[in-house]
């Protein structure tokens, strides 16, 4: 009898059974009535903001080829809220929790922390770098890199588990802003946010989403998501979370490859809520079938050296 | 309720939850999800689909104005990325099948018209929290408008087998449109009228008369679906006479079960999140004049 491959990896101190989670905001405690949480290598949160916002109005989902659009807004029903009624719901479940934080200012972020901190039950933080900062003219957090370093660090500095940081793709330098996160003290980086995105419908002359730019993701944006991972493993030390239109087991394979120590799964629960459960019993079988004994063997295995120098030339 | 394309409700007067608990309360059971395979699936009218399912864990306990969503992505297709809400018409607890009717409005809908019998459909359900039956309800007036009046056949027949006079409006552009009037007449309506635009009847004129005529002689319940002046006349009809009105409203969804936050009701500005469509509705009462107890 083979042993079953070997599915955990570690993302810094936090050590997790096999590689599969969700995005932020693709995950709740209500899929439980469909799905075994308990088989995920951890459960990560909605993002929470210290008070309570509204998001934005409707419509805020679009379908668009291969992907959607969406303008949800981050509502969130803030730290209160979260503490006394969300944060208990997940307790029925044993992966890890990681709680997604957002701010639109760097203060916000801070205060977060704080209102957070020595809560029982979270295992780390991912902080969503993602959200307009209204002290920068609306441009995102994410998009300088001593904005993330400084954000980093006083989340850091506030609270006493792991740290992870949501990078957004639209930036100039993945690389930098990766870095920047690495500096300020981040365990993890996860790569990528959405892509901004729009879509229009010309017969009513407006957007198809509330706001006209909305948050585009799916199997469409796969392969920007993976350069980005790609970017970010080459830039830092620390351990590297794919997502961005992962769909099937090979689309985890390719991610670890490039560099990812797990992935997240976001509208692809959408599509079939089971996916993560369906993608962590294929991976096994998969790495099974390679004769892969842990899947930490492949992290960043990408090769790039020619493959002209072992392959030959195809005559004609 | 319905499938696929949604209207904006942002004019709409304010709408809140359903009571959590008591008689007036929806019953709610947790979803399940499920490989449903097509048991029938035809065009029954210009646009007009009706897909029947093999799915014995919604129709146990599915109840009327609950929807179920079906995923448009086939066999190890990864898009379309988002499944469709779709209003369950009708189902056979017994037979372990769900009946659904839905128009064809974009390229999801397009898509879905290709399954065939056998296939099976990603399909999670029952969603929702549904239409509320009054205890002591004795007489009833339904008005849906074009595919709308799917999630209200339901209600009829429940309603009629429990001795409730059901009185149906079924509003179209045209005739082919007109869908849900032999589901009502199947299901018992004591009155099923038919009205159309090519023609008038479907006016706010003679409906708003119709409407007035049925409260006159005494309703304890509008229920509404499937467009926005069927369900201002229906409140203006609560203002004048204290009759309550439950309307199902329809948004796009991404999740069905309320984590994806992608169907709010949606005003801007507030500090509180407006409803989520999927999990706090889709059927929801008016507010303030017309409570539903």
């Known amino acids: 009898m083979i042993a079953a491959p070997d599915l955990r990896v570690d993302l810094g101190d936090l050590p997790l059974r096999n590689p599969v989670m969700p995005a932020s905001g693709c995950f709740g405690p209500e899929l439980g009535d469909l799905i075994d949480i308990n088989r995920l290598g951890a459960m990560v949160t909605k993002t929470v903001f210290a008070e309570p916002r509204s998001g934005n109005r409707a419509h805020r989902l679009a379908e668009t080829y291969a992907g959607m659009l969406n303008s949800v807004g981050i509502p969130s029903r803030g730290a209160r809220a979260f503490i006394a009624e969300l944060l208990p719901r997940y307790r029925n479940w044993s992966p890890p929790l990681i709680v997604s934080i957002g701010g639109l200012t760097v203060g916000a972020y801070l205060e977060i922390a704080e209102r957070l901190t020595r809560v029982a039950g979270i295992a780390a933080f991912e902080v969503n770098v993602s959200c307009p900062n209204l002290e920068a003219g609306g441009l995102e957090i994410g998009a300088e890199p001593q904005v993330v370093e400084a954000v980093v660090r006083g989340v850091k500095e506030r609270v006493e588990v792991p740290v992870f940081v949501k990078l957004t793709p639209n930036v100039t330098s993945i690389a930098a802003i990766a870095r920047a996160a690495e500096t300020g003290g981040a365990s993890a980086i996860t790569a990528v946010n959405a892509l901004m995105g729009m879509a229009v419908d010309w017969r009513t002359r407006r957007p198809r989403t509330g706001t006209a730019m909305a948050g585009f993701t799916g199997p469409a944006i796969k392969p920007v998501a993976l350069r980005c991972v790609w970017q970010a493993a080459q830039a830092v030390a620390i351990p590297v979370i794919g997502v961005g239109g992962i769909a099937t087991v090979d689309d985890v394979l390719e991610f670890i490859l490039a560099g990812a120590t797990a992935v997240q799964i976001g509208s692809a629960t959408f599509t079939r809520p089971d996916t993560m459960v369906r993608i962590i019993a294929a991976l096994e079988a998969r790495l099974s079938d390679e004769g892969v004994v842990s899947v930490r063997e492949l992290i960043g295995a990408l090769r790039t050296d020619s493959p002209s120098a072992t392959v030959p030339m195809q005559a004609g | ?293």
């Open chain 2, 1 to 293: 309720m319905v499938g696929a394309s949604a209207g904006a409700t942002g004019s709409l007067p304010r709408l809140a939850r359903l009571p959590e608990t008591g008689p007036s309360a929806p019953r709610v059971a947790p979803p399940a999800l499920l490989e449903a395979a097509v048991v029938t699936h035809g065009l029954i009218a210009p646009e007009y689909w009706r897909l029947v399912l093999d799915a014995p864990a919604i129709a146990r306990t599915v109840e009327p104005g609950q929807f179920a969503m079906l995923t448009v992505a086939r066999g190890e297709e990864s898009w379309p990325v988002l499944p469709r809400p779709m209003a369950i018409y009708g189902w056979d607890r017994a037979g372990g099948r769900i009946e659904i009717v839905y128009r064809v409005v974009g390229e999801g809908t397009r898509r879905l018209t290709r399954w065939s019998c056998g296939d099976r459909i990603v399909t999670v359900g029952p969603l929702g929290r549904g239409f509320v039956l009054l205890p002591a309800a004795q007489r009833i007036v339904l008005l849906g408008r074009g595919i709308g009046t799917c999630s209200l056949t339901a209600l009829a027949g429940v309603a009629a087998a429990r001795g409730i006079a059901v009185h149906a409006l079924v509003s179209a552009r045209h005739s082919d449109a007109l869908v849900g009037g032999e589901a009502y007449r199947a299901a018992g309506a004591v009155e099923v009228r038919e009205v159309v635009d090519t023609d008038g009847s479907s006016g706010v004129g003679p409906v708003g008369a119709w409407l007035a005529e049925n409260c006159r002689t005494g309703v304890d319940q509008i229920y509404a679906c499937g467009s926005d002046r069927l369900l201002r006349l229906a409140l203006e009809m609560a203002r004048a006479t204290g009759t309550g009105v439950q309307v199902s409203l329809e948004a796009h969804m991404a999740c069905g079960l309320g984590f994806c936050h992608g169907c709010a009701t949606g005003h801007p500005g507030l500090v509180e999140e407006s409803p989520l469509v999927c999990r706090d509705g889709p059927v929801f009462r008016h507010l303030p004049s017309a409570p539903v107890a």
